[in-house]
C-alpha cells in the first residue's frame, strides 16, 4: 500500500508540474476531431505546433461526407490553420481565433443516375475556439467555422462545427 501511495504521489507530481506549461512555444500536440456541417459529418487528424505562447500552427487531414440533394458527397484533404489566443484564465480556458485554408478533393455521385463529378477545390476558413485542458497534456476543444470554397462545384460556403481531443506529445 505504501509503495502504491508513492507512486501515486510521484506521478501526481510531475503532471502537476507538466500541467503549468499549457501555451508555451515549442509544445507539441496530435489529435482528433469529428464535425458537423450543414448537410453531413466529417473527421480530422492533426497536428499543432505551439510557435508562440499566444499562436499555434494546426496541420491536419480531413474527410468529409454529405448529402447534397439527390448526390452522395465526400471530400477529403488538408487544412493549415494558425490560431491566435485572444483570451485565457492562464491556467486552463483558451479563446482563440483562427484562420486557414482548405486544400483538397472532391467528389459527387448521383444517387439516381450513375453520374458522377469531381474537382480540386481550395479555400479559405475562418472560426472561433474554445480550448478547456482537461487534465496535464491533454486537452478538448469545440470550435465553429465558416468555410469559402470558390472552386468547389458543390459547396461554396457553409459552416462546420467540431468537438476535438488533443494529446500533448
Sequence with gaps: MRAFFTLFLIVFTISFASGQLRHVKGIDDVGISVSVSNHGYGGELFYEKYLANTLILKLGGYL??????????????????????????????????????NIGYESARSEVTTDRASSFVIGQRVGVSIEYFVFPGVKFEIQGSQYFMQRSQFLKYGQIYSIALAYRI
Excluded at 488538408?78 to 483570451?87: G, S, W
Design 64 to 101: 468529409d461526407r454529405r448529402d447534397i440533394g439527390y448526390s452522395d458527397y465526400i471530400g477529403y484533404g488538408v487544412i493549415p490553420q494558425i490560431y491566435k489566443t485572444v483570451l485565457n484564465n492562464k491556467r486552463n480556458l483558451f479563446l482563440n481565433i483562427t484562420a486557414g485554408a
